[in-house]
């Protein structure tokens, strides 16, 4: 079984998941020479993608950087397979995103303004959008308020109707919705490591083994597409110390602003 936390609504998780799981399904079974079956677990949360993974209730999970860090210090067997590619790097970008025909055109203009974060365990919703804004000059007591709404699509859909002056989203998931018609645009960009798939504690060795494998040879045009991204590539947990920073750093957006 494998899981995913609801980063978008569960319908487009699993339109972005199964065709990668179903490549999988068939290069696993011609591999281990056997029927193989990935059941596709949505979970309502990012708690929830990391307990399900750490109890050993999945057998593989797709985790942001964020949730992987904090799934790694409650379970240190778990095992990173791969992570995902972005282009020919393990690298992906966040999004500040303001309305399209708003007054907001520099990180600057924030001050005294909303502002709509994901879900807290976000990587890019919360946490390194949150560093980059502290880096940027901004902190929780520039803003008017701001708030956390649990997914990057709901943070999309709150600025474009103007719930929200500005909010901090994943990029693959701003520039889908920009193309289907929300009228957002880009403010500023924040980069860190791509999401990480991860077996969990106790995984048959050969499976994990095969998993990795499979996982780092896709190649599949469809089913790449439908994730938004490019492939997959051998990762340690070290490539992850700047998420680690990153979480440790996460009290300087809440610093009191200069006077």
């Given at each position: ?79 990173l ?5 972005n ?21 600057e ?6 502002f ?14 949150q ?9 929780a007591?520039?803003?008017k308020?701001f708030?956390y709404?649990?997914r ?12 929200f ?30 999401k ?7 995984l ?56």
């Amino acid at each position: 079984m494998f899981g995913v936390y609801a980063s978008d609504k569960p319908s487009a998780m699993v339109e972005q998941m199964r065709p990668t799981l179903d490549v999988l399904e068939r290069t696993l079974a011609g591999t281990l020479h056997d029927t193989v079956k990935i059941e596709l677990k949505v979970l309502r949360d990012y708690d929830t993608g990391i307990a399900v993974l750490t109890s050993g209730d999945v057998d593989f999970a797709r985790l942001g950087a964020v949730s992987y860090v904090e799934a790694k210090a409650e379970a240190p067997g778990i095992e990173l397979l791969a992570s995902e590619l972005n282009g020919d790097a393990p690298y992906f970008h966040g999004v500040i995103c303001v309305r399209r025909d708003g007054p907001i055109h520099a990180i600057e203009d924030l001050r005294g303004k909303t502002f709509a974060f994901g879900a807290e365990q976000s990587t890019m919703g919360r946490y390194v959008a949150q560093l980059f804004l502290a880096q940027s000059g901004i902190t929780a007591g520039d803003l008017k308020s701001f708030e956390y709404l649990g997914r990057h699509d709901r943070v999309a859909t709150a600025v474009a109707s103007g719930q929200f002056d500005a909010g901090a989203l994943e990029e693959t998931i701003f520039t889908k919705l920009v193309n289907e018609g929300l009228a957002l645009r880009p403010l500023a960009s924040y980069r860190d490591l791509t999401k990480a798939w991860v077996a969990r504690v106790g995984l048959n060795p050969q499976i994990t083994a095969k998993l990795r494998d499979a996982l780092i040879a896709m190649r599949n045009p469809a089913a790449l597409q439908a994730l938004r991204f490019d492939g997959f590539t051998a990762t340690t947990d070290a490539d992850y110390d700047p998420t680690r920073a990153a979480i440790k750093e996460n009290s300087r957006f809440f610093q009191k602003p200069r006077s």
